[in-house]
């Protein structure tokens, strides 16, 4: 049964880097049928996309974030990664990763197409602070 | 740009009643793409409804979704303790959005 573990820093100094890693154990992120995202939610707030990527690779950002965000996967430690630059205090939050199952209308017909997030790591909290 | 709006923002309601959850989407969305999210403080949030009405793997039966368009509800049909927790609507259009929630506490 798949697993998602958020890794990183607790603390990050505006300006800089918030760098953080998602290892999954109990099933491959190579797989074809899955895309990965992370997701973020601010203290007392709701739940923001942040972005996604399917393992071979290709990405889809917030459209807020976009300039700021990069994520990136490794198949062969299991693990997908988020980077945010030029982090402020806004930036705080609990930071989750997910598995999403995705097959489009398109591609999957409407009577079968799909958009859901499955499995979700316990998050990990990042402060952004001096 | 979709704007999801769940109402109400609180539910106070007692073990045993019936809970319905709405999410509003401001323009149509597709119900292929609707999915609804229970969260526990302190936890991640866990699916319970996907495509509008598909209960998720264990979840039970007394959660039900049904929509289409605009306007897609989550019912709980008798409270237990355990589903005192905040509640989230999420579709997928050009990028995932999620509802800003809807918290049922005990009354």
């Known amino acids: 049964q798949l697993q998602l573990q958020e890794s990183g820093p607790g603390l990050v100094k505006p300006s800089e880097t918030l760098s953080l890693a998602c290892t999954a154990s109990?099933?491959?992120?190579?797989?074809?049928?899955?895309?990965w995202g992370w997701i973020r939610q601010p203290p007392g707030k709701g739940l923001e996309w942040i972005g996604s990527?399917?393992?071979?690779?290709?990405?889809y950002y917030n459209s807020s974030l976009k300039s700021r965000v990069t994520i990136s996967i490794d198949t062969s430690k299991n693990e997908f990664s988020l980077k945010l630059n030029s982090v402020t205090a806004a930036d705080t939050a609990m930071y989750y990763c997910?598995?999403?199952?995705?097959?489009?209308?398109?591609?999957?017909?409407?009577?079968?197409?799909?958009?859901?997030?499955?499995?979700w790591g316990k998050g990990t909290a990042v402060t952004v602070s001096s | 740009e979709i704007v999801l709006t769940q109402f109400p923002g609180t539910l106070s309601l007692s073990p045993g009643e019936r809970a319905t959850l709405s999410c509003r989407a401001s323009?149509?969305?597709?119900?292929?793409?609707l999915a609804w999210y229970q969260q526990k403080p302190g936890q991640g949030p866990r699916l319970l409804i996907f495509?509008?009405?598909t209960r998720a793997t264990g979840i039970p039966d007394r959660f039900s979704g049904s929509g289409s368009g605009t306007d897609f509800t989550l019912t709980i049909s008798r409270l237990e303790p355990e589903d005192f927790a905040v509640y989230y609507c999420?579709?997928?259009?050009?990028?995932?959005?999620f509802g800003g929630g809807t918290k049922v506490e005990i009354k």
């Open positions: 997910a598995r999403i199952q995705y097959c489009s209308i398109t591609g999957c017909s409407e009577t079968y197409s799909y958009y859901y997030m499955d499995v």
């Open positions: 109990g099933a491959s992120i190579s797989s074809s049928s899955y895309y």
């Open positions: 990527i399917y393992y071979l690779g290709s990405t």
């Open positions: 323009q149509s969305v597709s119900s292929s793409y």
């Open positions: 495509r509008a009405s």
């Open positions: 999420q579709q997928y259009g050009s990028s995932p959005l």
